[in-house]
């Protein structure tokens, strides 16, 4: 067990929807990432806060959307969702900033019909 | 840009053999992480080592040992005497400090009994 909680663990919804993941760091971290991983694209960053504030952006989609809240839970919105946003998505969470070591939630496996 | 290869999709053992999957990157900083994640059948991805670009010294964690060759570009994974219970998806990953972890498509490990 990382610490990491995320819920839903599985999320079922139809193209056009939109759905809020969401994510808990481990104790005393205060960066968060997100991920998504898929068959055809692997495992993608798509996200970083830090400390409530944005400090990176991947590959994320501009229908898609997160945020760190005060109490350091965050949360990753996807709108106007379609069939290949079916995918595992993976928060983590490190110490600090830089490269620290990234511990992974159990995903939330998103299933879009 | 910064790229991890596993050319080894896919690997099949018989429990108790010595398994190495390979990692091979690209960068052009000189200050970079790698990493290496166990992904077990439940999905979740399970933090193994980091290492540092100046640091390449061989770490042995039990059965588990890593080679890390900064003149090939290269930071290896060996199990020694194989076990069921290590059958998952292995993926190596470099960071910068950036914080868009770059990661590996990832090598199957299966170790029949």
């Known amino acids: 067990d990382s610490g990491v909680t995320q819920t839903p663990k599985h999320l079922i919804t139809a193209t056009g929807q939109r759905v809020t993941l969401r994510c808990s760091p481990r104790s005393g971290d205060l960066s968060v990432y997100w991920y998504q991983q898929s068959l055809d694209q692997g495992l993608q960053f798509l996200i970083q806060y830090y400390n409530g504030e944005e400090r990176a952006k991947g590959n994320i989609l501009e229908r898609f959307s997160a945020q760190q809240f005060p109490d350091l839970h965050s949360e990753l919105n996807l709108s106007s969702l379609e069939l290949g946003d079916s995918a595992l998505y993976f928060c983590a969470s490190s110490v600090d900033l830089g490269a620290e070591t990234q511990y992974f939630g159990p995903g939330t496996r998103l299933l879009v019909l | 840009a910064q790229k991890v290869t596993q050319a080894q999709t896919e690997i099949s053992v018989v429990e108790k053999e010595d398994v190495t999957l390979d990692c091979v990157y690209e960068t052009r900083d000189t200050t970079y992480y790698l990493f290496w994640y166990k992904q077990p059948p439940s999905g979740e991805l399970v933090f193994l080592i980091r290492r540092n670009s100046f640091d390449e010294q061989n770490e042995i964690s039990g059965r588990y040992s890593w080679n890390f060759q900064k003149s090939t570009s290269s930071f290896n994974f060996t199990i020694t005497a194989s076990q069921v219970v290590d059958s998952a998806v292995y993926f190596c990953?470099?960071?910068?400090?950036?914080?868009?972890?770059?990661f590996g498509a990832g090598t199957r490990l299966t170790v029949k009994p």
């Open positions: 990953a470099l960071i910068r400090d950036n914080n868009d972890m770059r």
